[in-house]
């Protein structure tokens, strides 16, 4: 079954860092483009950054130059290096496909918290 396993949040202070981890099962990983995705409290679940088969990259703008997508074919892994954190990065981080499929579940994500 399609599985997305997000690991790796937590606190974190203004200007840190934090690598979240997402295990995916049931898909054929290395041919499927990957993504991260986000949800602040009170908005809606926005697109973070993705990834292709070929390691081409695309990032939304507010993530360019902070953050680093990344995949491990061999351990259908998917990870994204976060750098200079801000309070408005606070949000549940999920991984999932690029584009998604109706029928392929969430996960239950990872929560990443900036503050002081």
């Known amino acids: 079954q399609v599985q997305f396993v997000e690991s790796g949040g937590g606190l974190v202070q203004p200007g840190g860092s934090l690598t979240l981890s997402c295990t995916a099962s049931?898909?054929?990983?290395?041919?499927?483009?990957m993504a991260w995705y986000r949800q602040a409290p009170g908005k809606q679940r926005e697109l973070v950054a993705y990834?292709?088969?070929?390691?081409?990259?695309w990032y939304e703008d507010p993530m360019k130059g902070r953050f680093t997508i990344s995949r491990d074919n061999a351990i259908k892994k998917l990870s994204l290096q976060m750098t200079s954190l801000k309070p408005e990065d606070t949000a549940i981080y999920f991984c999932?496909?690029?584009?998604?499929?109706?029928?392929?579940?969430w996960g239950q994500g990872t929560q990443v918290t900036v503050s002081s």
């Open positions: 999932n496909t690029f584009p998604t499929i109706d029928a392929f579940p």
């Open positions: 049931g898909i054929a990983f290395r041919d499927t483009t």
């Open positions: 990834i292709d088969r070929f390691d081409n990259i």
